[in-house]
């Protein structure tokens, strides 16, 4: 099958298309793209399964590390005051996990950026094919409607006009199949009235579902970078009540992070399988859903020298009565006015009409080649196969980064926390707060002086 202009599978599409998928029961599952399939749509879960059995992992790990430390730390020798060896070693690592995070989270906004530009390309496409199947009903639509007019008023009145002579109503008769003709012909170039399938209604609800996407994940790149932010915020300052707080966060972070990117993963794959072959899907799709004949679709979505155009026919007796039309309007504007004079009205406006059919008739010539609405189907396929699927990746990878820092972080900041002297929670209270208590004991002593 022909590929669509400028588009082509990138080397992503072709490394995820190749990697092995199975189904609950471990079954070698085919990477055709097959949502409707119970076994394909069981490889998709298992994918996104990856990321719980990541995320339990994780927290398994994190929690005995904890313990460990927490059950397993040599008591301090009384009087001790100086920390413990490697301390500032684990701060820095600590510190360093975080600034890990706020690059993936620099890598997540631009991730969502590029899926939002590639979805929002996709809805362009499906906006602009849809502006050029409205057209073609509007052009076949105020044809006809012009043409029956002209039958039923102009060539009525020249029929009348023209009584007394049998071969110019003759003339006028065979003027009026021909109009009727072109009608017949005409109705049947809208292919796409009456179809249930809007694109106007797929790009509504394909920006609708980005929208809120889209949302999701700044709201969840703000979180985190508020969570890196604090958690290093309440490391310099050394304020334990900030780093537990943020611990806790840190941990909720770290669960959406993996739950993203069990989603990410799926999506991408599932994205893979349709762009590395998307014809032969849209194509049955689209005749599912529509119910129109495969030659129609297959021109409009291959649009190659090996399909030809299903409405040729009509065109070339379309036109071909157009132009009978117009010599039989020719004829009898030299016999029929110089002897009816009342003939000339209705011929000119005639003639007018004529005009402006074969105007439409030139605009639906160029509305109905195949190359606009491929140009369309090439368009949104860059949009989703390589922007979107680039944003997904880019995704990913913040959600990899995200996880393994948060994991890092969550680890560190218990030692981190055991470094902070006693004395921490009133380091920031002011010297002349009388509820500080060494002001306070300084107060006694001043008064008992008195």
């Known amino acids: ?6 588009y082509r599978p ?12 199975a189904d609950f029961q471990l079954r070698p599952v085919p990477s055709g793209f097959a949502p409707q399939e119970q076994e394909y749509q069981q490889a998709l879960l298992l994918v996104a399964a990856l990321a719980g059995l990541g995320l339990g992992l994780s927290l398994i790990f994190i929690a005995v590390y904890l313990i460990r430390f927490c059950c397993c730390r040599p008591p301090e020798p009384p009087g001790a005051k100086s920390p413990p060896p490697g301390g500032g070693c684990i701060t820095w690592s600590c510190i360093a996990a975080l600034l890990v995070g706020c690059a993936g989270i620099g890598i997540g906004f631009y991730g969502n950026s590029e899926t939002s530009d590639g979805v929002s390309q996709l809805s362009s496409a499906l906006l602009h094919a849809n502006h050029t199947l409205s057209a073609i009903d509007h052009l076949v639509l105020e044809t006809v409607e012009r043409l029956g007019e002209a039958v039923r008023t102009e060539l009525t009145s020249l029929e009348e006009v023209l009584a007394q002579r049998t071969e110019l109503v003759a003339a006028a008769r065979g003027a009026r199949r021909q109009a009727e003709a072109v009608t017949q012909q005409l109705q049947g170039l809208a292919f796409w009235r009456g179809v249930p399938l809007s694109p106007l209604q797929v790009a509504e609800d394909v920006s609708f579902v980005e929208e809120y996407r889209w949302l999701a994940y700044v709201l969840l790149l703000l979180l985190e970078l508020l969570v890196c932010l604090f958690t290093l915020l309440g490391l310099a300052k050394q304020s334990k009540w900030l780093v537990i707080v943020m611990a806790v966060m840190s941990l909720l ?14 999506t991408a794959v599932g994205l893979s399988d349709f762009c590395s072959s998307p014809d032969t899907y849209i194509l049955n799709l689209t005749e599912e859903e529509t119910g129109l004949d495969s030659d129609i679709l297959n021109y409009y979505f291959l649009c190659n020298q090996a399909v030809s155009n299903p409405f040729q026919q009509r065109l070339t007796l379309s036109q071909r009565a157009l132009a009978n039309i117009h010599s039989q309007l020719q004829g009898l504007e030299r016999e029929a006015v110089p002897h009816f004079p009342d003939a000339q009205k209705p ?4 003639e007018e009409t004529l005009n402006v059919t074969e105007g439409n008739f030139h605009q639906l010539v160029a509305l109905l080649h195949c190359r606009g609405l491929h140009k369309d189907y090439g368009a949104a396929l860059r949009g989703l196969c390589e922007d979107a699927l680039e944003g997904l990746l880019l995704l990913l990878l913040f959600s990899l980064l995200s ?20 004395s921490d929670d009133y380091d920031d209270t002011d010297d002349d707060d009388p509820f500080n208590p060494q002001e306070s004991k300084r107060f006694v002593q001043w008064q008992s002086s008195i």
Do not use: D, Y
Not at 10 to 21: D, E, K
Not at 347 to 350: I, M, R, T, V
């Open 347 to 350: 011929l000119l406006s005639l």
């Open 253 to 266: 972070v770290l669960v959406l992070s993996w739950g993203s990117m069990g989603l990410e993963a799926a």
């Open 403 to 422: 996880a393994g820092a948060l994991a890092t972080a969550l680890c560190s900041l218990p030692r981190a926390w055991a470094l902070f002297p006693p």
């Open 10 to 21: 990138s080397a992503w599409v072709h490394l995820l298309h190749q990697l092995p998928r």
């Open 1 to 6: 099958m022909g590929a669509p202009p400028g």
